[in-house]
């Protein structure tokens, strides 16, 4: 079992470009979560997702965009980055304690 | 509002020191709470987790953690710490009785000298 996968690993946009970041589980959680971790703030909650077709905003939704595909994806989306959006994005599954995916170092110029 | 802090935010020990980091949470009704470990370059695991019963939980790594209900406090500590155990630690909040939503503490990065 792969438990989360994340794609890419590494992305640099430029200011204003879009981009998806994907987020897969073969765990069969109904919970699924989007973080961005940045340099002494923690994680902070961008999105989540209690079942399948449901999503609610976290602490920081702004800019951000999600979708809940199926009971396996959830899609983080940025329509238009901003230098503020640089930060390390992960996504995790939950079932009483979280399971991570390897994370995405997102770079914004 | 529901919280969830960490006082320390660097701490700096020598190969087999004792360790206590602190947290403290902000939570309405039943809580669980979590400690996870980022280790350089790699996401967070699970450290350890309390849900009910014994106060005094114990993790993998020769990790433990007490809640003490009273204090609203969930202080990580080992006794013995090794260089391998250098790594961001993340105390984490989860209301069973609220939305699904966590709550992480800003961490405590750990650098262990050897």
């Known amino acids: 079992n792969a438990g989360v996968t994340q794609t890419p690993k590494f992305q640099v946009l430029k200011t204003g470009q879009s981009m998806t970041l994907q987020c897969a589980q073969d765990m069969n959680h109904n919970s699924m979560y989007w973080y961005r971790q940045d340099p002494g703030m923690g994680l902070r909650l961008i999105y989540y997702s209690a079942s399948e077709g449901t999503t609610d905003k976290g602490e920081v939704p702004n800019g951000y965009n999600v979708s809940r595909l199926n009971k396996r994806e959830f899609s983080l989306r940025l329509e238009s980055a901003a230098p503020s959006q640089t930060s390390v994005y992960f996504c995790?599954?939950?079932?009483?304690?979280?399971?991570f995916g390897p994370g995405t170092r997102l770079t914004v110029t | 509002a529901q919280s969830v802090s960490q006082h320390n935010h660097h701490v700096i020990l020598s190969e087999a020191a004792s360790l206590e980091l602190g947290c403290n949470y902000s939570?309405?009704?039943?809580?669980?709470l979590f400690w996870y470990v980022q280790y350089p370059g790699q996401h967070l695991q699970l450290l350890l987790k309390y849900f009910s019963g014994d106060p005094l939980v114990k993790g993998i790594k020769g990790f433990e953690a007490e809640f003490i209900k009273s204090k609203f406090s969930f202080n990580l500590r080992k006794p013995s710490v090794q260089w391998s155990d250098t790594a961001e630690y993340f105390c984490?909040?989860?209301?069973?009785?609220?939305?699904?939503?966590?709550?992480f503490g800003t961490g405590t990065r750990l650098k262990v000298l050897a």
């Open positions: 995790a599954t939950v079932l009483y304690e979280q399971y």
């Open positions: 939570y309405g009704g039943t809580v669980n």
């Open positions: 984490a909040a989860y209301s069973s009785s609220g939305t699904y939503k966590y709550i």
